[in-house]
């Protein structure tokens, strides 16, 4: 299809979003938004309170297995209001126009969070090695990431998307390196042994322990719903969407397991248990004192990656909510090549200021509540609309209907009363800011 056509199939001359996406975006956003440096990081703790290689190794695959769950119910959605803007759109039309806001700035919240974290984060690896003993090196680094990609996405879709697409695949080889490199320059670790050999300390993991790491897991998992904000503007979603969620899903998975048995391969669980950067560890077994250049690589690598796929999903959120009249109009408003580009100005100037700031690490704790609470009301709109639509067309059904989205929903619950209770205060404040939504709704709405 000709790349000047709006998804609405009508030549674009600004206004609307752009119908070019295909699978290789779809897959690209899918890694992109989800591999960070946290799985070269997690693990170290995982392994603290799991203590067991093969419970490691199960764990892993049980979140890779969550996450499929997700996505098959999310699919569903998806093909059925195929509209760009994610999870906010299904509970619009399943729960109405209130929870349908609190979902949208839930979802904008934790994506500018992130935004401004991980912003950080590269402004201080970008530092360290090019500016260390420029005072302001973090904040000049911050900063610039967030504008350059911003102004590659107000070009357009197109220069957005590709982007995604290098960024995703050079993550990925990256990765398949480092784990190449751990199994041919690494030497046998005694934890790599017991990853089948040893039952006994496998049946010796406690579930509180085990829930506590998996908890850890999922929170790596995070991002793998990228395709589901660019629906609309997606050639073929009823086919697409889907197979981007589930290929993306088990490639993650893929890569997630293997470095998890690299590490452990190169690391005795004595060292890896514990470690606040076991891929930094186990570089350092490698490569002794070069291994500090080549981590810098591989996390600029994966933080490019996830901020420009945040960078192209918050606006189409803002977008989402304009149209139906949650936001300013202006929100709504696109640009030739497919941006909408007041949204993205907004988002860009708030993580930036955040990062310059740095005042974000209460608004990320808040954000993860917020990520629950969106499983939550996205898998009961799925219900909902199973039983208020169920002769609506679907080009994609869930299977294994109701058990496997109720498990979904079911961990969901329990993920949120594990994470109110383990962190109160963020649980607190999130709640807060919930109960402040109806008011601030009640005002939208009224102007």
Request: net charge positive; aromatic share 12%.
């Amino acid at each position: 299809m000709d790349a000047t056509l709006a998804a609405d199939g009508r030549p674009n001359e600004g206004g609307r979003l752009l119908k070019i996406l295909g699978i290789g975006f779809g897959l690209a956003i899918c890694i992109g938004a989800t591999i960070g440096v946290g799985i070269l990081r997690s693990p170290g703790l995982i392994a603290q309170y799991i203590g067991s290689p093969a419970m490691i190794m199960f764990a892993w695959g049980l979140g890779a297995l969550y996450a499929i769950l997700g996505a098959n119910l999310l699919a569903e959605l998806a093909t059925m209001v195929p509209k760009s803007g994610g999870a906010y759109v299904y509970t619009h039309r399943a729960l109405g126009n209130y929870w349908g806001f609190v979902v949208g700035c839930c979802d904008w919240f934790q994506t500018a969070a992130a935004l401004a974290f991980l912003s950080v984060v590269f402004g201080e690896y970008s530092a360290s090695v090019l500016t260390p003993n420029f005072a302001g090196g973090r904040v000049m680094f911050s900063v610039a990431v967030l504008v350059i990609l911003s102004i590659l996405n107000w070009i357009g879709l197109r220069s957005g998307s590709e982007f995604q697409k290098i960024t995703s695949f050079l993550k990925a080889l990256a990765l398949l390196a480092f784990v190449a490199a751990c199994f041919l320059l690494g030497g046998k670790s005694a934890s790599a042994e017991s990853i089948v050999s040893d039952p006994a300390a496998a049946a010796g993991v406690g579930l509180v322990a085990f829930v506590l790491g998996f908890q850890l897991i999922l929170g790596t998992y995070e991002g793998w719903q990228g395709p589901i904000y660019f629906t609309e503007e997606n050639r073929d979603p009823g086919r697409t969407v889907p197979r981007s969620l589930f290929g993306g899903i088990i490639l993650i998975a893929i890569i997630y397991l293997l470095v998890n048995a690299a590490l452990l391969y190169v690391l005795p669980m004595s060292q890896l248990a514990g470690s606040k950067f076991a891929g930094a560890d186990a570089l350092s077994v490698l490569l002794g004192p070069s291994s500090g250049q080549v981590l810098t690589i591989l996390a600029v690598l994966s933080i490019l990656g996830i901020l420009n796929a945040y960078l192209m999903a918050n606006p189409r959120i803002s977008l989402a909510l304009a149209r139906d009249g949650l936001l300013p109009k202006k929100f709504a408003a696109v640009n030739e090549g497919g941006t909408p580009y007041f949204a993205l100005l907004i988002v860009t100037i708030v993580s930036a200021a955040l990062a310059i700031v740095g005042s974000f690490e209460l608004l990320l704790a808040i954000s993860q509540f917020f990520a629950v609470t969106i499983a939550i009301l996205s898998t009961i709109s799925f219900f909902v609309l199973r039983r208020r639509e169920p002769d609506a067309p679907r080009p994609y059904r869930a299977w294994l209907y109701p058990a496997a989205p109720a498990i979904v929903l079911l961990t969901a619950v329990l993920l949120f009363l594990g994470f109110a209770f383990s962190n109160p205060f963020p649980s607190m404040c999130a709640f807060v800011v919930l109960m402040a939504s109806y008011p601030a709704y009640r005002i939208i709405r009224s102007r």
